[in-house]
């Protein structure tokens, strides 16, 4: 199983971009996929994400509103499109899947078997 973020860059204040995550190594049908982030000497925190189903997504309270988490089951990708950027946006971002898990995990890093190498994000103010 094998996750690649890629879409990080420098971006300025107010502006968007959009991360593409791509997995392989089986079908990601049936897991649930998330986005947590990094920021230089903090924790890593939880951003968004998505049911296996897309039905239902999650979002962190510093990016509701912003950041829209989404999927494609065919193409075994998903994607955070961030708008309205700030620099407390700025962090490595990292994507993650695990075989469904309970609501109440979603948001939790440990809920996750796999992750991405991640991708930065700068956002210059």
């Known amino acids: 199983v094998q996750l690649q973020a890629s879409g990080g860059g420098l971006v300025q204040a107010g502006g968007s971009l959009r991360l593409s995550c791509a997995a392989s190594?089986?079908?990601?049908?049936?897991?649930?996929m998330a986005w947590f982030r990094q920021a230089p000497g903090k924790g890593r925190e939880f951003a968004a994400a998505i049911r296996w189903s897309g039905g239902t997504t999650l979002y962190a309270d510093s990016v509701k509103g912003r950041f829209t988490i989404s999927r494609d089951n065919a193409k075994n990708m998903v994607y955070l499109q961030m708008n309205s950027l700030n620099a407390d946006d700025t962090a490595v971002y990292y994507c993650?899947?695990?075989?469904?898990?309970?609501?109440?995990?979603?948001?939790?890093?440990?809920?996750?078997?796999?992750w991405g190498q991640g991708t930065q994000l700068t956002v210059s103010s």
């Open positions: 993650a899947t695990t075989r469904r898990v309970a609501y109440s995990g979603l948001a939790v890093s440990s809920s996750y078997d796999y």
């Open positions: 190594g089986r079908t990601f049908r049936d897991w649930d």
